[in-house]
């Protein structure tokens, strides 16, 4: 039972909750009216009835005090014909009576209408009584009046004591019938009135229903799409078969629901293009880039940035910058970090340089913003770190920071060879300079003194240091010509011819410094692809350093010969390989690596040759133009041998196309 009513009342409660305010307080100033009214109805039918009840005490009362005057004389005579032929006068000429009845003093019914005569002749023999009221009748009372209900309706009851000369004769009992005409009045207003206020209640009822129907449910369904369309699901549709400004308002809301879709898909496609840009620029930059935001997390990391920190397999978004940046860059940017997270606001782009210097631990800043680290991990390297801090767009607040990390351990290398090629070019032009001046001097201010031997010694002295200067300028330009975008027309070039002018260059040479100059060229060996002055600069350049590093005695060897490279993605090509062989005093190890590099000489550790750097620069610029690549081996002592593979000429070797030895050594080390 409890569990019913409970489902009763939560059904009732979902049902009211349905309801909008307007709805609810229409319905309870309809039920307060409707209870007025009813109440108002009610207290006057109330009031009309007890007005009639009042009136037909009086009637009945007046009625009994009437009869009981005229049949008092004929009961004390009993005279009992006389008063039944009287009383049944007065009953038939009175509608209003129901009935009269003469009792004794105990309640013996004596007589009674309406009976019937026989009734009445045998009511000596048959007793009835009547059930008095249980109240004392002094001399002087007036009539008992009461109203009881019986199943013909409500009956008043009149009790008038019959005296006669001071003696109680009995009782006389009149029932009277309510007035017809107010009873039916009264029954008729209040039909009207329950009627009334059940059609209130089911006009109301009706009116909440098609309330709910027509107007509450596209209401709800209106404000549903609503807070959809405003969390975003612009695919809402509203259909409901509704006509007037429901269904133009039905009607609107789905087409601007279709305009918002067609406006979402289409920022949607903008964004993820711009996305798509933009993840290729930053993806493009060859310096990495990170972009923070107001706590330190890492928004964006380019792939540039990932490789250089070994980042490449962590899932780095969301992390915090200083947690996972190698310790020496944590160290040195967390107060700068730190203090460009303090500016809310684009007052000041950057932090000041003299409060950073302040303290001991800030790194080496180039300029504002912009810092100088060396690290050690994963691999040591210099990097220089610019922090840009990044404000909305009307430049008020501040929403992160943009790291850009670059490598610049390629160009302080390349700085600190620039500054060692220019105190070397300084030295080496200073040096012939001061000797030519030298020995013209000495000419200009003592030539008449000094024999002819004397003064040609001096003149070729000048002549071999102006050559000096003309072969560290000639180096300089051919490197500068390399390196630059110049394209050079490669054609058929005759090796044999090639190698036979670099020993009739440096045979006296060689001759001079007590070494033998050999070369061993394959007969008949096919054209290659190149360009012949290019090629005979390198070996004139190689040869040239053999001849600088190779002690007297030693040997130097020209070799070219023909050579099936077996690198899969040559597919197999024909080319000729060239070595230049020594056995002078080799290579270190650790110079190797750098031996090809600008300005770089190995004089500057031995301090025995002179020299520019730049030879070997030069032959390696060369060879790359050749699509083709140079290589050495060497051991300290024992010499040193560079080679190099060439395209044949009649392969058709296009410029994309070249020789790879960097798998297959020299004939020399396989021997």
């Not at 301090?607 to 081996?633: P, R, W």
Request: proline share 3%; glycine share 4%.
């Amino acid at each position: 039972m409890f569990n019913l009513l409970y489902k009763i009342k939560e059904i009732l409660r979902r049902w009211w909750s349905e309801f909008t305010l307007q709805t609810k307080l229409m319905a309870a100033a309809t039920l307060a009216v409707s209870l007025f009214m009813s109440g108002l109805t009610f207290w006057a039918v109330n009031t009309i009835q007890k007005d009639a009840q009042l009136n037909d005490t009086r009637f009945g009362r007046d009625l009994g005090l009437l009869l009981a005057s005229n049949v008092t004389p004929l009961v004390a005579e009993e005279n009992l014909t006389e008063v039944a032929r009287f009383s049944s006068r007065f009953y038939q000429s009175t509608s209003s009576i129901r009935y009269i009845i003469y009792t004794d003093e105990t309640g013996q019914i004596l007589f009674g209408i309406p009976y019937s005569s026989a009734e009445f002749q045998n009511s000596l023999t048959i007793e009835r009584r009547l059930q008095l009221p249980d109240v004392s009748f002094d001399d002087d009372s007036l009539p008992l009046v009461r109203q009881h209900q019986s199943p013909n309706g409500e009956v008043t009851d009149v009790f008038v004591p019959l005296r006669y000369q001071g003696k109680k004769l009995g009782f006389l009992a009149i029932g009277t019938n309510p007035n017809a005409t107010v009873v039916n009045s009264s029954n008729l207003t209040r039909d009207v009135t329950i009627a009334v206020f059940v059609a209130i209640w089911a006009m109301v009822i009706l009116g909440a229903v098609f309330n709910a129907l027509t107007i509450t449910r596209p209401i709800k369904e209106l404000l549903v799409g609503v807070k959809n369309i405003a969390a975003g699901n612009f695919k809402q549709r509203i259909n409901l078969p509704f006509g007037g400004e429901l269904g133009e308002l039905i009607f609107s809301f789905n087409e601007m629901a279709e305009r918002l879709e067609r406006y979402e898909e289409q920022n949607i496609e903008e964004l993820t293009a711009e996305k798509a840009k933009l993840d290729t620029l930053v993806s493009t930059i060859v310096d990495g880039a990170i972009l923070l935001d107001t706590n330190l997390n890492l928004l964006l990391v380019n792939p540039t940035a990932r490789r250089m920190f070994v980042w490449e397999t962590k899932n780095v978004i969301g992390e915090n910058i200083l947690e996972i940046l190698p310790s020496e860059l944590t160290e040195q940017l967390q107060i700068p970090l730190e203090q460009m997270m303090e500016q809310e606001t684009a007052d000041s782009d950057v932090i000041e340089s003299d409060e950073a210097s302040e303290n001991q631990s800030l790194p080496s800043k180039i300029n504002p913003g912009e810092y100088r680290i060396n690290i050690s991990q994963p691999i040591p390297r210099i990097v220089r770190v610019l922090l840009t801090q990044v404000f909305d767009q009307q430049r008020e607040t501040l929403k992160g920071i943009a790291m850009t990390v670059q490598d610049i351990t390629r160009e302080v290398e390349l700085n600190e060879a620039k500054s060692q090629f220019i105190s070397n070019v300084s030295h080496e032009l200073r040096t012939p300079l001061f000797n030519i001046k030298s020995f013209i001097e000495t000419l200009s201010e003592f030539g008449e003194d000094l024999t002819e031997t004397e003064r040609k010694e001096f003149l070729e002295t000048a002549n071999h240091e102006t050559d000096r200067l003309a072969r560290l300028v000639n180096d300089v330009l051919d490197l500068s010509r390399l390196e630059s975008s110049k394209t050079y027309h490669l054609d058929g070039v005759d090796l044999s011819q090639l190698i036979e002018q670099t020993l009739r260059t440096y045979q006296l040479n060689a001759k001079d410094k007590e070494l033998v100059l050999n070369r061993e060229v394959e007969e008949n060996l096919p054209l290659v692809l190149g360009h012949y002055d290019l090629l005979l600069q390198v070996i004139t350049n190689l040869v040239g350093n053999a001849l600088k590093f190779t002690t007297p005695g030693g040997l130097i060897v020209i070799r070219a010969y023909h050579f099936e490279t077996q690198v899969k993605q040559l597919n197999d090509k024909s080319c000729v390989r060239v070595e230049i062989s020594d056995t002078g005093i080799g290579i270190a190890p650790e110079d190797q690596a750098a031996i090809f590099e600008r300005f770089f000489r190995v004089e500057n550790r031995v301090h025995t040759l002179e020299g520019t750097g730049l030879g070997l620069s030069i032959v390696k610029n060369i060879i790359d133009k050749h699509h083709s690549q140079i290589n050495l081996i060497s051991e300290v002592g024992i010499g040193t041998t560079f080679w190099f593979d060439l395209a044949l000429y009649e392969d058709n070797c296009t410029l994309s196309e070249g020789c790879n030895n960097e798998t297959i050594l020299p004939r020399t080390v396989m021997q």
